[in-house]
């Protein structure tokens, strides 16, 4: 990046942080501590699980609505939207986090709290980044700010797991908001060091292998779907792995058969395939194929004349593409700056998050963590301490308004 680029978003904070508005809201974001936990339990207390976010969505348009968003509304994915107009349609960007969690139908929700610390599934993930984004636009209303640009806020479904960004995935590639988005901050859990600017890529598998099977003893030599997989794992995990560029795989579910003297008739695998490069998942991608086909073709081939061969199946139940937002690019450079400039030093990561999407398709996004403490993500025990949660949102706004625009206020 250009030094003048550089002094340019110095100078954009610099003066941001003088303006009325940001001064309101940064004192929002100290004094009303308490309340914004409030609004996080409540939104928490709400169940929310893949591919059943209707609840907590229906809450969060409400929300959108109180605080004075316009054209609020849940999209044909099941997205919370609410827009803040600037004076102008463009620059456009998305802030966002996400409604799902990874529990189950019969998890309890309800919030429990010990001293300081909130604990309940989802509180943190994306309990923070909700709150995080109801309390930044919320701020922006209250305090009036004008902006340049305008800015849409989602809620999105399906960041988890087999969700498989279907929500994110959507506003950027569906009317009617494909090719209008420029930039994208998601807020997912806890911290202020955290801006996640390379997207880590996946490809997840569900492989089936069906044939005829029969008895142990009685029909041995009949090809065994099960045997087929063993083969399978076994040439998946002689992979070469790259030195430099973090690559791995995982066999995560096995299934199949009935009896332990019957050849069964089918068995499945669930694969995890990742890579922080996108050549090297391609490359890994097609070595697990060439595995796949390969075994199951060396089961075949040792059938009795007559046997029906295996069938095999190859199932595509997730793909999450790698990239990167350049370091360079105004939108790192100014949530860095931001960062620094609350006194704590940015950490630049690499995550599978709703951030992926955009960055696959070229457009500057970033995932910023929403302040606060956490631990034990994705488990039951799952906990958050919101103690300095107003440096996570502080330098969220800025690095939001740094890129929409402020407009100069008359009260100033
Ligand atoms: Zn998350």
Redesign the pocket.
């Known amino acids: 990046m250009p030094s003048s680029a550089l002094k340019d978003s110095s100078k954009l904070l610099k003066n941001l942080l003088q303006t009325p508005e940001v001064v309101y809201s940064f004192r929002l974001f100290e004094e009303q501590a308490d309340a914004i936990t409030e609004e996080q339990i409540k939104i928490c207390s709400i169940p929310s699980i893949p591919f059943g976010e209707e609840q907590r969505a229906e809450y969060l348009r409400q929300k959108f609505l109180d605080i004075g968003l316009s054209n609020v509304h849940i999209d044909a994915a099941g997205n919370c939207l609410g827009m803040l107009q600037g004076r102008f349609q463009s620059p456009l960007m998305v802030v966002s ?2 409604l799902d969690t990874v529990f189950s139908s019969n998890t309890d929700f309800t919030v429990r709290r010990c001293g300081e610390r909130l604990y309940a599934p989802g509180i943190s ?2 309990g923070c ?1 909700l709150v995080a984004l109801v309390t930044i636009a919320s701020a922006l209303m209250k305090s009036r700010a004008k902006i340049s640009g305008s800015l849409l806020f989602v809620g999105t479904v399906g ?2 797991g087999e969700g498989n960004l279907r929500g994110v995935r959507h506003l950027f590639t569906e009317e009617p908001w494909a090719g209008r988005i420029d930039s994208f901050i998601s807020f ?2 806890p911290g202020v060091e955290r801006i996640t600017n390379r997207a880590l890529g996946s490809h997840r598998y569900r492989v089936t292998v069906k044939g005829s099977g029969g008895h142990s003893w009685g029909d041995f030599g009949i090809p065994n779907p099960v045997h087929a997989l063993g083969r399978a794992i076994s040439r998946l995990v002689s992979y070469p792995l790259p030195k430099d560029q973090r690559t791995t795989f995982n066999v995560g579910k096995l299934q199949g058969g009935s009896s332990i003297n019957s050849i069964p008739s089918d068995a499945s695998m669930d694969v995890d395939l990742r890579s922080c490069d996108e050549a090297e998942l391609k490359r890994l991608d097609a070595f697990f194929r060439r595995s796949v086909h390969g075994a199951v073709d060396q089961e075949n081939s040792t059938r009795r004349p007559g046997d029906s061969p295996l069938l095999l199946n190859i199932e595509l139940v997730g793909e999450r593409p790698s990239g990167e937002t350049s370091p360079n690019s105004m939108l790192v450079e100014l949530a860095q700056k931001a960062t620094r400039n609350l006194g704590v030093e940015p950490e630049l990561e690499q995550s599978s ?2 951030a992926n999407l955009p960055i696959s398709l070229g457009i500057p996004a970033i995932t910023l963590g929403a302040g606060g403490t956490s631990g034990g ?1 994705h488990t039951l025990d799952e906990w958050y301490e919101p103690r300095h949660r107003d440096k996570g949102l502080k330098r969220g706004l800025l690095t939001i308004l740094g890129m929409v625009g402020l407009e100069q206020s008359n009260n100033t």
């Open positions: 986090a996400h993930d994306d980044g960041e988890e997912d859990g998050t709703d993500s």
